[in-house]
């Protein structure tokens, strides 16, 4: 992974003895700079309409109901931007290892590995499914033992079963040891690709990696991430822009040349649809991420 400039490594008070830790507050504003961690992240925040959200190199202004999944080491924060009324905060955070891998293999607990795993690009959830948890987390404040750690399961199970997830970042804007991929012949296409964005590459190059047709592979990525070939590469490509124009000081012409675009109209066009904000204003938001609005 690339190096985190003005990002920082959040310590969180876990110790290795704790399950989790769950903790609230009421405030006027987000005061607390864009930071990553080791441990897992579920973030219930009522009345705060207008505010503005960054999960890796997702942009949003939120409403009033935000329940948000952030999986380890991935770069968050949230800013007061235009919200001007008195914030509830509901933090829960738990170890990365809390539910060890054998464990979650089971076939009771696939749909809740499933989220760990897209957690990692961050989930926001529907309204629907705040309005159901939001009570458990209230209550589950003011609990303690071994009940409480059933209750996380639970809480956590449920949210597994909805159907209306919205994973926040690109895949590409990860940190590289967190991506899990189903298949080994897709995990070395794209790493190919992370390796080769700033290079030509054809569905050819990856046909021929994967011993497979033009057609076939085609098919194949489309069926495991739901993208095609040229979305997938893409996606890459701006993810890595991202970083770019987050951790050098690059103009944005250089970064869409250096990250495999050969023309910056046609690197601008995407860079908006995919991400909702232009180059110039996503390294803006980032590099003025201590100042609160």
């Keep these: 992974m690339a190096s985190i400039n003005n990002i920082i490594k959040e310590i ?21 700079p864009i930071h990553f961690h080791e441990e897992y992240e579920l973030n219930l925040i009522l009345n705060a309409k207008g505010a503005k959200r960054i999960v890796g190199d997702n942009i949003d202004v939120i409403g009033d109901l935000e329940l948000v999944l952030i999986g380890p080491n991935l770069p968050h924060v949230w800013l007061t931007h235009e919200c001007n009324s008195e914030i509830t905060e509901i933090t829960m955070q738990w170890h990365k290892d809390l539910f060890e891998e ?12 499933n989220m760990l795993e897209k957690s990692l690009r961050g989930i926001s959830f529907s309204p629907e499914m705040i309005n159901t948890i939001q009570p458990r ?13 059933l209750e996380l399961l639970s809480i956590l199970h449920e949210l ?15 940190n590289a040891a967190n991506l899990k991929h189903n298949s080994r012949r897709l995990e070395k ?25 033009e057609e076939s ?35 944005i012409t250089e970064i869409s040349y250096l990250c495999g675009f050969n023309n910056i109209s046609n690197f601008n066009r995407l860079f908006k649809k995919k991400k909702h904000c232009t180059p110039k204003e996503l390294r803006e938001n980032y590099s003025g991420h201590r100042i609160f609005i």
């Design 12 to 32: 969180t008070p876990l110790t290795p003895n704790d399950c989790f830790t769950i903790f609230s507050r009421v405030k006027k504003e987000f005061n607390f």
């Design 102 to 113: 054998k464990f979650l293999k089971r076939n009771q607990m696939t749909l809740i590995k």
């Design 137 to 149: 987390l209230i209550a589950l404040k003011d609990s303690n033992g071994f009940n409480s750690v």
């Design 160 to 174: 597994s079963m909805s159907k209306s997830m919205v994973l926040l970042s690109n895949s590409s804007f990860m």
């Design 189 to 213: 296409a794209f790493e190919f690709m992370n390796n080769n964005y700033d290079k030509e590459i054809s569905l050819k190059d990856l046909a021929k990696l994967t011993n497979m047709t």
């Design 217 to 251: 592979f085609s098919r194949f990525i489309k069926k495991r991430t739901g993208n095609t070939f040229i979305n997938s590469l893409n996606e890459i490509r701006l993810g890595h822009a991202s970083r770019m124009l987050i951790d050098t000081t690059h103009t």
